[in-house]
C-alpha cells in the first residue's frame, strides 16, 4: 500500500490534460491484471490509481463497475488497453533477445515494465518523460517498495525539448543496437513533431534496432465523437480524448521508415483479439477502427 504518512506525490503533469491519459490506461492495466485469463500483468499500476486524488474512485477491479463488461470505458476500452500492453510486452522482449541491448521508452507514463518484464541481466531500459510524472512514478513505487529488474534511467524531460541530448548524456549508446516504444504517444503530437522523432529515432539506431508505435488512420476524427467508446470516457471520468488528440493531417511515419530502409508490418488491433482469442472486436461507429499498430526492424547487412 502506498505509504500516506508522507506528503501527496507530485502530481504536476499527472493530474490534467495529456498526464491523465497515463492514469487511465493504469487503471485498465489495473482491471486487466486482475482477470482470470489476463493478457497482461502489472500489479504497480493500481498503487498509481489510488495515489491519484484526480482518480482515486476510478475501479481497478471489474467486479467494481456496476455493468463490468458491458461498459464502453472500463470494460471494451480498457481491455484494448490490456491487449495493447501484451502485444507490446511481446514486441519489446523479442526484440531483446534478438539481441537489442538497449530499450527506450518514448513518453514513458506510468510504464513498469523494467519493474515487471524478465529481462536480461546485462540489458537497460530509459524511461523519458516529463519529470512531474516520472516523479510521481517514482514516490509511488518506492513507496510500494518495488525493485526494477534491469538497469533503469529515467530521463525526464519533455519530448518537445532537447531530448536526445538528455537521453545521451543518460549514458544511451546510439552505436549499440536498441528498440524503442511509442505506446499510445504520437496521436497528441502535431504532424511536425512526429515527422521529428521518427527522424531522430532513425538517426539513434544502428543495424539491428527496433521500433514499435501506434497511428490512428487519417480521418475527420470528431466522425468519432459519439462512438460508446469517447462518450463514456468523457462522461465517466472526464477525459474529453479528441480534445487531446492533434486533429491536424498526419505523415506516413510507415513509408517514411521504409524509405529509409526499415522493414515495416503494420496491423490492426482486431488481429490480435483474434490471435489471442480476447480484446476487442470491431463494433458500429467504432472509435478503434482506425488505430493501427506499427512494428519496425533496422536491417542488419
Known amino acids: 500500500m502506498v505509504n500516506t504518512t508522507q506528503r501527496p506525490p507530485d502530481l504536476e503533469g499527472v493530474d490534467g490534460g495529456v ?23 502489472d500489479v504497480y499500476a493500481e498503487h498509481f490509481v489510488r495515489a491519484a486524488p484526480a482518480c482515486a474512485a476510478w475501479p ?19 481491455r ?5 500492453t501484451r502485444v507490446l510486452d511481446d514486441f519489446l522482449l523479442r526484440s531483446v533477445g534478438a539481441g537489442a541491448r538497449q530499450v527506450v521508452l518514448l513518453g514513458a507514463g506510468l510504464d513498469t515494465r523494467a519493474f515487471r518484464l524478465d529481462w536480461p541481466s546485462d540489458r537497460v531500459v ?18 510500494l517498495p518495488a525493485t526494477p529488474k534491469v ?6 524531460v519533455d519530448l518537445r525539448g532537447d531530448w536526445v541530448t538528455a537521453l545521451t548524456a543518460a549514458g544511451f549508446d546510439p552505436t549499440e543496437p536498441s528498440v524503442w516504444l511509442a505506446e499510445g504517444l504520437l496521436f497528441y503530437l502535431p504532424s511536425t513533431a512526429e ?20 497511428v490512428k488512420l487519417e480521418k475527420d476524427l470528431l466522425a468519432y465523437r459519439d462512438s460508446a467508446t469517447y462518450t463514456a470516457t468523457r462522461a465517466q471520468i472526464g477525459i474529453d480524448l479528441l480534445a487531446l488528440f492533434d486533429r491536424g493531417p498526419r505523415p506516413d511515419s510507415v513509408g517514411a521508415l ?6 515495416t508490418r ?8 483474434r490471435r489471442h482469442g480476447r480484446g476487442p472486436l470491431p463494433e458500429p461507429n467504432d472509435a478503434l477502427e482506425g488505430n493501427r499498430w506499427v512494428f519496425a526492424h533496422k536491417p542488419r547487412p
Open 266 to 273: 503494420t496491423h490492426t488491433p482486431f488481429e490480435f483479439t
Open 151 to 156: 538497469a533503469r534511467v529515467t530521463v525526464p
Open 195 to 214: 515527422t521529428r522523432l521518427i527522424e531522430t529515432v532513425d538517426a539513434l539506431t544502428t543495424a539491428g534496432s527496433a521500433l514499435a508505435f501506434e
Open 19 to 41: 498526464g491523465l491519459t497515463a492514469l487511465l490506461v493504469a487503471a485498465a492495466r489495473a482491471i486487466e491484471t486482475h482477470r482470470h485469463d489476463s493478457l497482461a500483468r
Open 126 to 143: 530509459f524511461e523519458i518523460d516529463r519529470a512531474g510524472v516520472l516523479a510521481f512514478k517514482q514516490q509511488v513505487l518506492a513507496d
Open 80 to 84: 484494448y488497453f490490456g491487449l495493447r
Open 60 to 78: 481497478v477491479r471489474i467486479q467494481q463497475v456496476p455493468d463490468g463488461d458491458g461498459n464502453p470505458l472500463w470494460g471494451r476500452f480498457a
Open 258 to 263: 521504409t524509405a529509409r530502409g526499415w522493414s
